[in-house]
């Protein structure tokens, strides 16, 4: 648990078999975190996060601390919560390189990343296979209003949600930047690949590679709503 602008760097660690309520390994609040070659194994949250749970910390006057988050070359392998089954993130500057996730599985919605407000998120080179979400966002849900998210070079295979979004549920006015992505074998029941909903989000894709994914409804993206802007180059 790190909290009150805590700064704290971790290097080649392992976290294996923890629970928790929020955050089964890590508790992040208003503080800052880097980790390089950390390994998460098969942690689990009751309720959000079965690895890093990482939100603001608000003060008696009002003042909102943010939290910041950077993770190299981790493995993320199955873990699990509620809702979340890796990361929850609100209110963080977050930064993610060649990273590897798979096998993550959540009885709810986002399956390895959930964006909420305030949640600054750039991902590079990394790749996400077999995760699993019950309903919503089989790697990522975002619902990030106020924040921008940026996701390049990075590969997306066999992850599945059995309700909106086999690998990105985007929502809530998220602006959304990906760049060079592979998309292989993902499914939904819509969009095997991305969901876009809400009125105010702006996905902008250049590069996108995709085979194989699956939905009765829009094998690879569907778009649901007035006012949501996406934008595609190949």
């Known amino acids: 648990y790190l909290s009150n602008n805590t700064r704290a760097y971790i290097k080649n660690a392992s976290f294996t078999g923890n629970t928790a309520g929020n955050g089964g390994a890590i508790y992040l609040k208003g503080s800052y975190l880097e980790m390089d070659g950390a390994t998460f194994n ?29 993770l190299n070359k981790i493995e993320a392998i199955g873990n699990s919560a ?7 993130l609100a209110y963080t500057d977050a930064e993610i390189y060649a990273s590897h996730f798979d096998g993550n599985t959540v009885t709810n ?24 979400a019950a309903k919503n966002g089989g790697v990522i849900t975002s619902y990030a209003t ?28 998220t602006q959304l930047t990906m760049y060079d992505i592979t998309a ?49 180059d190949k």
Not at 43 to 49: D, E, I, R, S, V
Not at 112 to 121: E, Q, R
Not at 207 to 224: D, F, K, Q, R, Y
Request: charged letters at 10%; glycine letters at 14%.
């Open 42 to 70: 098969g942690n689990a949250a009751t309720t959000k996060a079965g690895g890093i749970y990482a939100v603001q910390n608000e003060l008696d006057d009002g003042t909102i601390i943010t939290s910041t988050l950077v």
């Open 109 to 132: 919605s986002s399956a390895v990343i959930y964006l909420a407000t305030g949640a600054n998120t750039q991902i590079y080179g990394s790749v996400f296979e077999n995760n699993e």
């Open 184 to 232: 292989i074998g993902n499914s939904a029941t819509h969009g095997g690949f991305m969901y876009e909903t809400a009125a105010g989000t702006v996905v902008t894709v250049g590069g996108l590679t995709v085979s194989g994914n699956e939905a009765p409804n829009g094998p690879t993206i569907w778009g649901n709503t007035l006012n949501a802007d996406m934008y595609l």
């Open 82 to 88: 509620t809702d979340c089954g890796f990361a929850y």
């Open 146 to 173: 106020d924040a921008t998210v940026l996701i390049q070079d990075c590969e997306f295979l066999n992850n599945t949600c059995h309700g909106y979004g086999g690998v990105l549920h985007v929502s809530g006015k």
